[in-house]
Nanobody, 126 residues
Framework: QVQLVESGGGLVQAGGSLRLSCAAS????????MGWFRQAPGKEREFVAAITWNGGSTYYADSVKGRFTISRDNAKNTVYLQMNSLKPEDTAVYYCAADRGYSSSSYYSPLRYDYWGQGTQVTVSS
């Protein structure tokens, strides 16, 4: 079992930056691919970014490519999402998720992920 706790959300003006962190419990964090998703009010949860267990590959939604960067520190059991040039449409609750590697679903699908955090609110004002 893995517990995930997100932090770093908040209110920022358009054009600003935030860095989200997701701290994981347990000794198996380094084996998991990790993802970030977001959900705005009235909308479905959508993929933002993912990173493989060793950080060798990263994946991004087209809407955030070039603005967001996912990274991880396996020694600290933490995955990060650096968000730059934020836009009002980035406003959402952001969730991190852990993938044990048993699913055949795409990295872009929430069905791939086994564990989820409680989410952190990001609000971007115009």
């Amino acid at each position: 079992q893995v517990q995930l706790v997100e932090s770093g959300g908040g209110l920022v003006q358009a054009g600003g930056s935030l860095r989200l962190s997701c701290a994981a419990s347990g000794r198996t964090f380094s084996r998991y691919a990790m993802g970030w998703f977001r959900q705005a009010p009235g909308k479905e949860r959508e993929f933002v970014a993912a990173i493989t267990w060793n950080g060798g590959s990263t994946y991004y939604a087209d809407s955030v490519k070039g603005r967001f960067t996912i990274s991880r520190d396996n020694a600290k059991n933490t995955v990060y999402l650096q968000m730059n040039s934020l836009k009002p449409e980035d406003t959402a609750v952001y969730y991190c998720a852990a993938d044990r590697g048993y699913s055949s679903s795409s990295y872009y699908s929430p069905l791939r992920y086994d564990y989820w955090g409680q989410g952190t609110q990001v609000t971007v004002s115009s």
